[in-house]
Every structure is written in C-alpha cells, then in structure tokens.
C-alpha cells in the first residue's frame, strides 16, 4: 500500500511540472525585446528611478521640504533648498530645491520618500537600467530625474509619462 | 511663604502662594498646553488652550490666569477638557494656510505639536481661507499674517521685555493682525526676539528663511562673539562647499546667561563667517604684493625670522598684539608664547575697560563682582556711564527685566539720556567725562560734587542719591570704561559702604574681560600678578622676562625707532581700530593671524588665515566674569585656529612645544570638543602628530590642555570642567587675583560699537549692515580698502 | 429722534420724564430732578447701598446682577481714587433704550452717577456714550455743562462739601467695549479688549482704581428708587426683578417702540398686546427675548414672565430688553446668518474661538443660504457654536453662539430645505429684509 501511495504521489507532483511544460512562457525577452524598455514589463506599482514631477503650471512640484531626506533610510537624498522670487519661479511654493540629489549607490527603492512627499513631487519611475561602473555617476542630479515640461507648454507628449532609464531621458 | 496644597489629577501638588495653576500643574510634570501663556510675560488669556476643569467652578477655566489657591481640585484632562482643546487647534487651523512643507516653522512649531496632541484628524473647514499677502518689515525680519495664530507673544516680547515697543495689533476680530510701528516696516532694535518667540511661522527671519529645515542642521550650543555679555547662542550649521554653513542662529537653549534675550547680532551677524572675503590660505609677501602661498612655506618663513630677530636683537624687538575675541586658551597661549619662546614681555591688546584697577581695588573682597545672572536678581542697580542697551544688550534686558519682574531699583548716572533711563528710579545727567567725579563724590568726596552738580541736580540731591545708595543691600554697581584707574578704586571705596554691593566693569569685546584675566599686558602675568610676583610662573615656566615689556603706543614708537623688528598680531586690527601708524612697521616684519585682510593685514608680511569664535572651541570670558566654553560648530576649509597657529610657529622656531602646550601632562581630556564634527582637523593633526612622533591621542593642539595650566594658574579660573564642557556659564571673582597695576589711562580705547556694530567684524555682516537702523555705514572708500 | 410711544399698560417710572423737554436742566428741575441726589447727600453711603439692595434693582445690561450688591463689593477704604462708570455702550442688536434715556433725560443718568458715587465714596464718574450715538453726545455734554454751572457737579456739590467730578467719553463704534473690562480699556485709550478676571472692577479697575460699572438705564432707575423708596420700587415687579423695565420691541410688529412695563410682564401679552401683534396677517414664527444673544424663543414658548429668573427657567435670557419678534415670512438661515455677520464683524479678535468660530460660522452661513450647503454643515454649525460657548475669553462668544445653537435646534427643518443647491425657500416669496436695530 505505501509503495502505491508513493506513486500516486508522485504522479500528482509530475502532473503539475507536465502541466507547467505546456504553459506559455512567463519570462520577458529582455533585453532582445521590442520598444525603448527592450522587452520589459513592469507593473505600475514597479519602483524604479525616482521622477520628479511637474504641475500642470510646468512648475516643479518639489518645495523642498526635505521631508524625503528625513524618511529616507539609506540617507540617500539630498536637497539645498531656496526660494523662488517673482523672476526666477521654479515651484509653485515659495521654496524650491536648487539642488536635488539621490544618490543611487546607497538608495534601496522603499519609496517611503514617495510616501512622504507632501506634494506628490516625487514619485517612483520604470527605470532600473541604471547600473554603471562609474560610482559617482550614480549620484543623479535635479536635471536627471525631472519630469519634462508638459506637453501643452510645448513639450513632446510621449514625455507625458515620464521614463527614465539610465539617468537618461527614455521613450516608452 | 508657606505652600499652597493642590490636587491635579488627583495628585497632591504643593506650590508657594501666588503660582499660577499652569505652572503649579507643570511642576506637578502635567502639562497644560498653551500658546499665548508665556513665562515673565504678561498674561493674555487669548488662546483658551491650558482650559482647565477647577473643581466648583461651572466652567473650564484658563490655568494660564488662574492662582492657585488652598484645597483647589483641578482636573486637566477629561473628554470634555480634551474636546475643548480639540475644537481650538480645529478653530484656528480653519484660517491657517497649511504649508508646513515650505514653512520655516514645519518641524519645531508648537501648533504642529498641539495639532499632534489634541487636535482633529480631519478637518471641517471646506471654505475659502483667509487671506493676505506675506509682508517683509525689516531685512530681517518676515511677516506672514496667514500662519499668525494671534497669541501676542511677539507684541508683548517686544514691549515688555525689550521695551521697545514696536509691535502692535490692527483691526479686530478675524482681520486683527500683528502691525509693525512704521506703518509697513520695522524701526526697532531688530532684536529679532519675535521671530523667536513666535510658536508658528509667522515671523521668519531673513537670514535662514527657506534656507532649510530644523531637522536638517546641526544644532551648536556655543558663545556669541560680539559683545562682551557673552550670550549663549544656538547656531544652526548644515555642511556645504566651503566646509560648513551657518544658517541659523537663535537662543534654542534657553539656559545660558541670556535666557530668553538674543540681540541683532547673536541672531543675524554670524554671517562674517562664510563671507566670501575671507581669507583661505597663507599670504606671504612677495616682491611687494601678498601672494597666496602653503602653510608650510608661512610658518616655516615665520619661525626663521621670529628666530632670527629674538636670537640677533633679543625679544625685546618683537612686539606682539593679542585678540580680544580669542580663547582664553588662545590668549593664555599667546602671552606664554611672548613670554617664553620669544622672551619679551612686549604683549599688549585693544584695552577697553581698567581692569587691572578693578583687580587691584578688589583684591581680597570676595563676592564682590556680580555674575550676568546676578543682575537679573539685584534688589538694585547703580549704573555709571556707558549705555548698556546699545554696548550690552543683554546686560540691558537682564536690567530691564530685572525691573520689570522684581520690581528692582536703578539708578543711572550717565552723560547721555540713555535708554535706559526709562526704568530708572532716579535719572542724572551730568557733564560728558565727569564720570569719575561721580565715583569720587559717591566714595565721600564732597568737593567732586561741584562739577556734576547742576539745577537739576543739584548738591542736595547728589548727596541724598549718595545717602540712598548706601542704604541698598546688594547694590549692584555697573560702570563703563569711563571709570578708569583711580575712579574705580574711589567707586570700590564707596562700594565698601554699602552691604554686599557688587561690581560689573564694562568692557566691549567677546573676550576683553578674558584677555585681560590671561595677562595680554606688557606689565601684568596672568590673574593681574605684577612682573615682580612672578613666582608661580617663574616655576612653571621655568623662568620669565623680568622687566616690562611695551605697551603698544611704545611698540609703534619703538618701530618708529627701529628697535622693534617684528611685530605679531593675533586677531587684532589696530591700525583699523585704534589708528596706529602704519608706516611706522614698514621696514618691520610683520605677521598677522586674521579673518579678512583688514588694515592691519594690508601691512603684513605674512597672514595666516584664522578660524573665528564658531569654528573652534575653548573658553571665552565675558565682561562680569562668567566664563563659557565655546562649542565647535564646523570649520571652514583653509583656516586654522590661532591656537593651533602659536603652536606651530613656536614648532618652525625650532622651540619644544611641549614646553608651551602642557600636553604631556594630566589629564587632557577635552571630551571630544575640540576636534569637531569633521575629521579634518583630527585628521591634519595625527599627520603633523605622526611625523612627529608623538601619541595622537594627546595633541598639543587641543586647547583644553593648557586649560589645565589656566585653572591651575590663574586665580577664579578653578571652575569645574564638567560644568564648563556642559555648557553651563561659571562666575569667577576677582578677589585672588594679583596687585595689579596702575595704568595710564589714556590707554583704554573703548569701541564705541552700537547694536548694529561690531569692530571690524560688524562690517563683513551682511545683516548688520542692511538694517536701515545701522547708521554707522561704512563708507564707500573704506569697504574698498578691505 | 424716534417718536415716542405709548401704552396703558406702560408704568412710566425712567421713562417718566420723556418727551418733556426734560433734557433741559430747568426742566429737569421742575420735574423732580436732583431731588434724589440732594437726599443722597444727606444719607449715610451704607443706607444708599441698602435702599437699592432692598430695591430689587437688578443691571439692565444683561447680566442681570443686583445693583446694591455690586456696590457693596466696593472697599470703603482704597489707595486709588474710586470710580462710577456709566456703561452707555448701547450696541446689542434690538436694543435702543439707553438711547431714549440719553436723549430724553440726561440728567437721570447724571443724577444716578452722582449717587453711586456717593454710595460708594467715589469722586469721579465717567458716562461712556456708543461712538454711534453722536448726536446723543451733544446732549450729555450740554446736560453736563449745565449741572456744572449749576454747582450740582464739582466741588461742593449742592453746597455739601462733597466733590464730584463727571466726565463725558465717546466710543469709537465696537461692541464688544460693552463689555465692562473692555470698557475700562477704551476709556483708558487702549484697544477695547476685555481684561482677565479676577480682579473684578469692583477691586481693580478703571486707573486701576476700584470701579462700579452700570448700565446708563440701571443708573437712571437709582434717582427713583431714592425717591420713591425701596419698597414701592420692589413690588413692582416680581420678587428679586424690582422695578420695571423699558422694553425695545422691534421686528414684524404693528406697534414697535419702547415700552417702559414692570419686571414680569408676560412676553405674549407684550407682542400682541403691547406690539399689537404681527402685521399682515402673518404668524409669528420666533422672538428674541433680550437683543441678539439670547437663545430664541419659539412661538409656543412665548407664554413666559419676563423677569431675570423665568427667562433663564424658559431656556432663553431677559438680557437687554431688546425683543425681535419675528414672523413666518422670514429665513432663519438668514437670520442666523445676519446674527453671526453682526457677530464676526463686532469680535475683537482677543480669543480664538470666538475669532475663528464667529468667521467660520460666517462662511458656513453665507455658504448655506446662497445654496452651497451641505448635510454635514448643519452639525458643524452646532459642533462650532457649541464648542465655542462658554470658552470664550468674554461672553461675546457665548453671545454669538447662544442664538446660532437654539436656530439650529429648533428650525433644523429650515436648514434641510436649503440644502441640494436648492434656492433659499423663503427668497421667492419676497420676504422683506429683517430689519435690526
């Protein structure tokens, strides 16, 4: 009786490998994939490189609050801040972060800086091919990560959502 | 007066008479929340958050107005008290614009906290908010009526506390609103102690705002470098390119001396720090121009020459210059330095006050030179000349309030209608410079009386005055450097007559009091001892120059003359200041130790870039004699600290610094304070340590090693450490003090800085000179010779 | 100047010199005036006090507190000059009788300083006249000058050694400085902001001096008390409420106007008998009892005394005297609304939940009857006023949330019907603006 039992049990595993065999594959083809991404998928929830968003105004949404400093668990992030005059606006607040740096050497993508920005400034991108073999190169600036202009104020709407892939702006 | 039992909570609290419930509860450890409730300020009663429930009564009742009184049963928290205090941060968040991301205030603002503590989770208010627009009052000081929760601190600090009064609120009911006295902006004293005391971000000061978040500095407990009053300051350092930044300074720490009290240029004019004159690396001169040069190059060409001059021409041909706004170490160092590796007593500093003769007159009384915290607790005050409230502010609101609160008694003598006449008892004006009649008078001198006596005070009132002040307890006698020499002796004798009177000398630097105390004098060891005592020294030191050396109008004559070949000034600028003649070092070798390239340093032939007061750490002295240390706040790349410049000069002469620094010996722990937050200096110094074959551990160029020597040496100065390095202020007395000696004098140059100067550092703070206040500009030419 | 009214159920006793000329000092004199006073003089203070405790005379501001008793915390003997103020702040909506007195019989109110001053040992008085009742000003100053020249006021008045001084004060248009402490502060020339209490004025205030402070109306009442004696003056009205009273009665009446009736009439009586009821066949839909503050009362609930004590058993307040009566043409939201508007434009901004609460309330209010309404709303403007009653650092607070809090209890239905974007029910009809006073 036991060796039947045995069997049986066996069989039941292998059913579900001979089953799996004959799946479709779940597997990307990246990177010999179509598209700018080469194949990937992600999902939405994905956290990737930091973008730092834009109101509809085209003005950066980041005051510098430095409240994504204060949570940031690696201490990856940072921020001088100062304040916009009426010639020289840059955030719809009176502050704004003149110099906004992640340091991606150190940064573990928690997004507990998302959750705590006050603004919705920043926010979790799709990029993830930002590995390099030049360390001081992973420290991104303000420049890198910023979301592009709106499209109605002249920009191109593909950036719309932006991409950024390798500190580089990318194209869906 | 017996103490009046409470209950709070049903837990027994006894407190004396006269408390009120708020306090009563807080010494219980209950907190009752408040914002407009302020101690030693008036009570308002505005802001109906310390709501209590008082056993009996049918309402809350306020426990910021209400006195304690026998049996009183009081309950702080119940639902209905905690839905009171729920519907009163809801109430005033209605109006509130809720940018805490950009405010200032987000992160150290009380109505943030009490919204943590009592208030809603959601709120009510769906309608449109209340507003107007931001309104600058003063260079320095923001107005944003929005965030303003009305709790009247700023008007009552303001008033009350500074009397200055230039604060008052418009309108009435929603649309009130905190207005400053001219119409649209601010002519005040630009203490900025609104800005302090605001619990939200509604006053913001100029210099830090939007600058950063509180969490994002580091918070430095260390010692204003202005004024001689020494007021505890909180500077707010974040690093930045040039090694740190200062962004902020406020009184955070409500401990020091200074209480609540910070004045224009504690709060603002740190800015001299990151000036972009300052001096970052060693200038020699070469071919006539100052060309910046190594450090290495700089001592080593120092200490050649200082060699060759004291081993050719003896020390006597070199004259040295000491800072009134060093370190007592620093300076301590410096006239050791003078003393025994340069052998000359030829060491003089800016003098601003006698106190020499202050020393000699008190010499043997112990108890007899009041603390800044005695002031504040005088039953009364006589003050002679000077005016505190332009030259000592703090000393000023110690005065003030010591009026205000304790229903003290001043009297003031002065040549000008001072300030501060306003709280006198008794106001006399007397003749400019007639100062010291007045101490000869008030010492029983009757025929003094005839040159001060005028119709409205006449001979009669002088000698019912005299008649009063004698029968004060616990006079305390404040003078300015108007009283000099033999008038202070006369003001000691007729302090003698009254019972347990006691002395401030006012002097005008940071560390005047200190450089004086640590014997930057040609005559004076430290501790006011004579050359002819120099016995412990003599000890110590194994011997020092026995005549006296050359006050610094001798030192230019002597350059003049050709016999003085060298000249080393540390952190002073007395061809700027004082008006020395400069062509009189042409031919001279001359060093200077400096911030900036002042006058002085324009003639040098070689400056040493110095770190300032916020950049080092040690001990500082300020004009009553409270000793406090100085807390290291970061440095800035390329300077270097005077004291760690001494030791290497002494070092590149080629003599053995372990005779200078004690640091071979005792116990030299100085906790970690004197190496800062940055590795750099620790860093530079185990190299330099290293090559020398020394034990890192113990570096000569920690200044709390020769602090030993200091306590050891110099009578009064044998405070405890831990309380020094805890930040605590400690007062040392005069009465140990050496003979002392009587100078001429014509020597003492007072500052005459106002609130908005400060010798030659006023002019590299932005703030202080961009305050309309500030009437004392530089002129054009001036600011283009620095 | 208001045309006087009358009605045979009125016992005239401060109104008994109106509309005789009595402004005029002559006159006056013809009509017993000073007569009072002169008694004063020769009667012990302590008697003074006793007669008007006995009297039953209780303050006509509102608070409703015994006359003889507020004296009589006076210390007799202080080291700063003691004070009579004459509280004419006359600012409640819905109350206008000191203004009948200030214009009709001046010198009463004169008298009746002089007296409490006597009284209490005091020297000096102040008659502090509303900012708005400029043209009343005149008067008083005129009926000053003359009982200056007369040698009534002064040094040695009526010739008896006592001095007494009375100067005039104009306010500058607040309400809230009928509050006595704030009072106290604008005659002192700083902003009219209440002052923290205790020390009560009775120990520390004015100058810091001990101050009695009096409705201009209560201080009228004192000269005919002297006069007429405690006992007459008691039984007038009911026990504890001695005296009559003027009543202002306003709003959606045949016949408004002040009416001068014994302490205890009943308030049905006075709107359909006295007011001679509600004009154009309309019913009454709610009156406010006392001037603004008080809690309504709906139209069952009006059969009550008015006196002190059956008011505050009724749920609502005598206060001031001032009665809106108002009928079914009009818009409590609306009503609410013009209270709250009075209300945040008169809070002196000391306190914040009387700032805050009255200008939320405000919004709310002009949110929900312009149709922006919603359900929630009604709840908040209880949670608000509630909240703000009894917090507040004076009783203007409690003022502006007394009557919000009863209009939302008992016309809830009202507040239901603007709500849905839905026009304000009451607009179509064309209801005529309620007018205040």
């Not at chain 3, 409420?241 to 006075?270: A, D, I, Q, W």
Request: charged share 20%; aromatic share 8%; proline share 5%.
């Amino acid at each position: 009786m036991t060796v039947l039992k045995n069997i049986a049990a066996i069989a039941k595993g292998m059913s579900i490998t001979f089953m799996e065999m004959f799946q479709p594959t779940q597997v990307e083809n990246y990177p010999d994939g179509p598209g700018p991404l080469k194949g990937a998928k992600f999902q939405d929830r994905f956290r990737g490189v930091h973008v730092l968003q834009r109101d509809e105004n085209g003005l950066e949404k980041c005051v510098a609050c430095f409240l994504c400093a204060a949570s940031c668990p690696s201490n990856c992030i940072y921020i001088e801040a100062a304040e916009n005059t009426a010639e020289h606006r840059v955030s719809g607040a009176e502050r704004y972060a003149r110099v906004y740096n992640i340091d991606y050497n150190r940064c573990i993508f928690c997004g507990y800086c998302v959750e705590a920005c006050p603004t919705d400034a920043i926010t979790h991108g799709h990029g993830f091919e930002i590995a390099s073999f030049n360390a001081s190169g992973l420290v991104y600036r303000k420049e890198q990560m910023l979301a592009p202009q709106p499209a109605h104020m002249g920009a191109n709407a593909v950036f719309n959502h932006a991409e950024v892939a390798s500190g580089e702006l990318g194209v869906r | 007066m017996a103490d009046v039992n409470i209950t709070v909570d049903g837990k027994k609290v006894a407190a004396p008479a006269g408390t009120l419930l708020i306090e009563a509860c807080k010494s219980a450890g209950i907190e009752v929340p408040s914002f407009c409730y302020y101690p030693n300020l008036s009570l308002q009663g505005a802001c109906r958050m310390c709501l209590v429930k008082v056993e009996k009564m049918p309402k809350l009742q306020t426990a910021c107005t209400t006195v304690i009184s026998e049996g009183m049963a009081v309950s702080t928290d119940t639902p209905e008290i905690h839905q009171a205090r729920k519907s009163m941060v809801e109430m005033l968040l209605g109006n509130h614009p809720l940018d805490c991301p950009v405010c200032d205030a987000g992160g150290e603002c009380e109505l943030q906290d009490m919204t943590f503590a009592y208030g809603a989770a959601e709120s009510k208010f769906i309608d449109i908010k209340n507003h107007r627009e931001e309104q600058q009052w003063s260079p320095v000081v923001y107005f944003d009526r929005p965030r303003c929760i009305l709790c009247y601190r700023c008007v009552r600090v303001c008033g009350e506390g500074m009397d200055v009064w230039a604060l008052g609120v418009q309108n009435r009911g929603v649309s009130s609103v905190i207005a400053p006295n001219k119409e649209d902006h601010l002519e005040c004293e630009e203490c900025g102690m609104c800005i302090d005391i605001c619990p939200v971000g509604a006053l913001t000061s100029g210099a830090y705002r939007y600058k950063t978040r509180p969490w994002e500095m580091r918070h430095v407990g260390t010692t204003c470098t202005h004024c001689a009053d020494g007021c505890k300051t909180t500077l707010g350092v974040r690093r930045s390119d040039t090694g740190m930044e200062i962004v902020r300074g406020d009184n955070r720490d409500k401990s020091g001396i200074n209480g609540d009290f910070l004045c224009m240029k504690g709060r603002y004019a740190f800015d001299f720090a990151n000036h972009e004159d300052r001096l970052t690396q060693p200038l020699i001169r070469k071919d006539g121009r100052l060309t910046p040069s190594t450090w290495e190059e700089a001592f080593e060409l120092i200490g050649r020459r200082f060699k060759e001059i004291r081993d050719s021409a003896g020390g006597q041909a070199i004259g040295v210059v000491g800072s009134t706004r060093t370190t007592n170490e620093e300076n301590y160092l410096l006239q050791k330095f003078a003393r025994v590796a340069l052998g000359t007593n030829n060491i003089d500093h800016h003098r601003t006050a006698d106190f020499p003769a202050l020393a000699a007159a008190l010499r043997g009384k112990p108890e007899a030179t009041a603390s800044m915290r005695d002031v504040f607790k005088a039953p009364a005050m006589l003050l002679i000349g000077n005016n505190p409230t332009e030259q000592h502010p703090l000393l000023a609101w110690q005065i003030r309030n010591n009026v205000r609160l304790h229903k003290a008694r001043l009297y003031v003598i002065n040549s000008e209608p001072v300030k501060l006449r306003r709280q006198a008892v008794n106001f006399i004006q007397i003749p400019v410079g007639s100062e010291g009649n007045v101490a000869r008078f008030l010492s029983g001198d009757d025929s003094a009386a005839g040159s001060i006596s005028n119709p409205t005070a006449t001979r009669d009132a002088w000698v019912a005055l005299r008649d009063k002040l004698r029968g004060e307890q616990n006079l305390v006698i404040i003078f300015g450097s108007e009283i000099r020499g033999e008038d202070i002796a006369s003001l000691v004798k007729f302090g003698s007559a009254v019972p347990s009177a006691k002395f401030v000398c006012l002097s005008d630097y940071a560390n005047s009091r200190g450089a004086a105390d640590m014997g930057l004098y040609p005559d004076l060891l430290p501790g006011y001892h004579p050359m002819s005592d120099a016995g412990k020294w003599r000890d110590e030191w194994g011997g020092v120059p026995q005549t006296p050396g050359l006050t610094l109008p001798q030192m230019v004559e002597s350059a003049k003359a050709g016999n003085l070949k060298a000249f080393y000034v540390v952190g002073a600028n007395p061809v700027g200041r004082l008006g020395i003649d400069a062509f009189s070092f042409s031919q001279r070798f001359v060093v200077v130790q400096d911030m900036f390239l002042t006058e002085t340093a324009l003639i040098a032939d070689v400056v040493l870039p110095a770190a300032n007061a916020y950049e080092k750490s040690g001990t500082v002295t300020n004009t009553c004699g409270d000793v406090q240390f100085l807390q290291k706040a970061g440095e800035i790349t390329g300077a270097k600290s005077d004291f760690e410049m001494t030791v290497r000069i002494a070092d590149a002469m080629g003599f053995d610094v372990s005779k200078l620094v004690p640091f071979s010996r005792g116990t030299h722990s100085d906790m970690g304070q004197s190496r800062g937050a940055q590795s750099g200096e620790v860093d530079r110094h185990g190299v330099w340590l290293e090559a020398q074959g020394l034990e890192p551990k113990m570096s000569p160029f920690d200044p709390t090693a020769i602090l030993d020597e200091i306590q050891r040496l110099v009578p009064g100065y044998g405070v405890s450490r831990a309380n020094l390095l805890a930040g605590n202020d400690q007062h040392t007395t005069l009465s140990g003090s050496g003979a002392g000696v009587q100078h001429d004098p014509a020597l003492i140059a007072p500052a005459n800085d106002t609130l908005f100067t400060s010798g030659t550092l006023g002019r590299y703070s932005r703030a202080l000179n961009s305050v309309m206040e500030n009437r004392q500009k530089q002129p054009a030419e001036e600011v283009a010779a620095d | 100047m208001a045309d006087l009214v009358s009605h045979p159920d009125e016992v005239r006793v401060v109104s008994r010199r109106f509309g005789q000329g009595a402004a005029d000092i002559d006159r006056y004199l013809q009509l017993d005036g000073y007569k009072a006073v002169q008694k004063a003089l020769a009667m012990q203070p302590d008697a003074i006090v006793n007669l008007v405790k006995d009297s039953g005379l209780r303050g006509r501001g509102g608070a409703g507190f015994n006359t003889g008793m507020k004296w009589s915390f006076v210390p007799k003997q202080s080291a700063k000059p003691k004070y009579i103020l004459c509280n004419g702040d006359e600012s409640e909506p819905g109350t206008c009788k000191d203004r009948l007195i200030f214009e009709h019989d001046p010198h009463a109110v004169i008298e009746g300083v002089v007296i409490a001053g006597i009284a209490t040992g005091a020297h000096a008085g102040y008659i502090y006249v509303r900012g708005e009742y400029r043209y009343l000003l005149e008067i008083m100053q005129k009926a000053i000058k003359d009982a200056y020249a007369r040698g009534f006021l002064g040094k040695n008045i009526f010739g008896s050694g006592y001095d007494f001084e009375v100067y005039w004060h104009g306010g500058a248009g607040a309400y809230e400085v009928g509050e006595e402490s704030a009072l106290m502060e604008s005659l002192e020339g700083k902003r009219g902001i209440p002052r923290i209490r205790p020390p009560f004025p009775a120990v520390v205030g004015l100058w810091g001096g001990p101050t009695v402070i009096n409705n201009a109306e209560t201080l009228a009442s004192v000269p005919h008390i002297l006069l007429g004696g405690a006992e007459w003056f008691a039984k007038l009205g009911p026990p504890k409420n001695g005296g009559t009273r003027l009543f202002c009665l306003s709003g959606h009446l045949n016949r408004p106007g002040v009416y001068e009736l014994p302490m205890g009439y009943n308030l049905k009586k006075m709107i359909y008998n006295v007011g001679g009821g509600i004009p154009n066949g309309r019913t009454l839909k709610a009156v406010v009892p006392g001037g603004s503050s008080c809690p309504l009362l709906t139209a069952g609930e009006i059969d009550v005394s008015m006196d002190f004590d059956s008011m505050m058993k009724a749920g609502s307040m005598l206060g001031s005297g001032g009665v809106v009566v108002v009928d079914d043409s009009t818009c409590m939201v609306k009503f609410a609304l013009r209270i709250m508007k009075f209300y945040r434009h008169e809070s002196c901004g000391w306190c914040i939940p009387c700032r805050e609460g009255t200008d939320w309330l405000d919004k709310i209010l002009v949110r929900f009857h312009s149709g922006g309404g919603l359900r929630k709303d009604i709840d908040n403007i209880q949670y608000l006023s509630e909240n703000m009653l009894g917090r507040t650092f004076c009783p203007l607070g409690d003022a502006a949330a007394m009557p919000t809090i009863s209009i939302v209890k008992k016309f809830r239905k009202e507040f239901e019907d603007h709500l849905d974007g839905k026009p304000c029910p009451f607009e179509k009809a064309g209801a005529a603006e309620l007018a205040m006073a």
